[in-house]
């Protein structure tokens, strides 16, 4: 008997939605990403119980079509991106279309949303667990979309016992990823609100639209840590690096765009007492896209140690790339950045960095001491 069969699509379905959506900060990042896309103002995300019970995400967007209701939840339908070759030139965050049908698989999930000439009323969409329309209904709704997403994980035990023992850690990590979108994302208000059964729902953060990086950390961390930081504004070529054994570089990949790296936003001075006791306030971004750069921030980090042995510095940090120097499409959950030839960045971004610290006055200013 042949032992070999294939897995029937349910399960398919599952397993492939457990590596979109792997934790809250997944949930996070792809409905805040969605609400950029549909070019939101404003954004509320709402916790209860950390986000055990539910996280919802509230946008003034451009709300969806009665047309796409159908769709809108099936796995690979996107209105963002219709073929691989449209990926260099993207400009939005999604492109999968996976989110939305892996949070029907994984947890409690409804819509409701209303485009401006609906008026006062909005429809709620249900959905089947394979992302099938299941009802809508009418119901009272402002222009915009909420999405939903209740009980994760609560049809894979082990998954959700992992969660509820790790929440505080991981709402720490929702938070600090929340923060990097609040803080890059200029032209609009984003609040974070908790509450806890029985509780009253507590505000967290929030910033205002129409606000500068440095107005929107300020806003989120206070004004002291803004005074504290200088202006970053990085610009090098980045040298092929030396062909070590089995390294990739520029000419090896064949890649002809180009090699201009800039690197704005702002860094903690390099001067004991301006640091930080933690490296937890530290964002990283490749051309405003959130993204973890993990070996970015040990050169920032080991640079700075230089200087001040004692403390990290607060970074933010938005690496300005062609667009054909990096690969966002490596993880399903598009965490992970492929940098081109990170070698050859990382030496000359190091080598910036110690000219930027070199030329700053490092005495504390005269309202410090
Ligand atoms: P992707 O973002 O990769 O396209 P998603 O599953 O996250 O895939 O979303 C599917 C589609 O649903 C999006 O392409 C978009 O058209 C629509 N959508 C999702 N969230 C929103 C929102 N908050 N406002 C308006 N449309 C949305
Ligand atoms: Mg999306």
């Not at 103002?41 to 969806?64: M, T, W, Y």
């Not at 409804?110 to 209904?137: C, M, N, Q, W, Y």
């Not at 089995?246 to 936003?265: C, F, H, M, P, T």
Request: charged content about 20%; hydrophobic content about 35%.
């Amino acid at each position: 008997m042949a032992t070999i069969k294939p897995i029937e699509g349910r399960s398919i379905h599952q397993i492939q939605s457990g590596q979109v959506i792997v934790d809250i900060c997944s949930v996070v990042k792809e409905l805040v990403e969605n609400s950029l896309d549909a070019g939101a103002s404003s954004i509320d995300v709402r916790f209860k119980n950390h986000g055990l019970d539910s996280v919802e995400v509230q946008d003034n967007g451009g709300g969806i079509s009665p047309e796409d209701y159908e769709t809108i939840a099936l796995k690979h339908y996107t209105s963002k991106l219709s073929s691989y070759d449209d990926l260099s030139s993207l400009q939005t965050f999604g492109f999968r279309g996976e989110a939305l049908s892996s949070l029907c698989a994984l947890s409690q999930f409804h819509i409701i949303t209303a485009r401006a000439i609906d008026g006062p009323k909005g429809t709620r969409l249900d959905f089947e667990v394979s992302g099938k329309l299941k009802g809508t209904s009418v119901v009272a709704s402002q222009k915009g979309t909420i999405i939903a997403v209740e009980k994760l994980f609560h049809n894979l035990p082990v998954r959700r016992r992992e969660l509820e023992k790790n929440i505080k850690r991981e709402y720490g990590k929702v938070l600090n990823l929340l923060h990097a979108y609040a803080c890059i994302s200029t032209g609009v208000r984003l609040t974070a609100s908790n509450q806890m059964p029985k509780g009253k729902k507590i505000t967290v953060f929030s910033t205002t639209s129409n606000s500068t990086t440095r107005e929107n950390i300020a806003s989120i961390f206070g004004p002291k840590t803004v005074s504290a930081l200088l202006p970053l504004d990085l610009k090098f070529e980045m040298n092929p690096s030396r062909p070590t054994q089995g390294a990739r570089n520029w000419s090896a990949q064949g890649y002809s765009g180009s090699k201009e790296v800039k690197i704005l936003g702002h860094i903690s001075r390099p001067v004991v007492g301006e640091g930080r006791q933690t490296t937890d306030r530290q964002m990283f971004f490749v051309n405003s896209r959130p993204c973890a750069l993990p070996q970015v921030a040990k050169a920032f980090n080991e640079v700075y140690k230089s200087y001040n042995i004692t403390q990290s510095p607060f970074i933010f940090a938005d690496l300005r790339l062609d667009t054909n120097a990096y690969d966002v499409n490596v993880s399903p959950d598009k965490r992970t950045i492929l940098l081109h030839d990170q070698t050859a960045l990382l030496e000359s971004l190091k080598a910036s960095l110690v000219e930027l610290f070199e030329s700053h006055d490092q005495s504390v200013p005269e309202s410090q001491l």
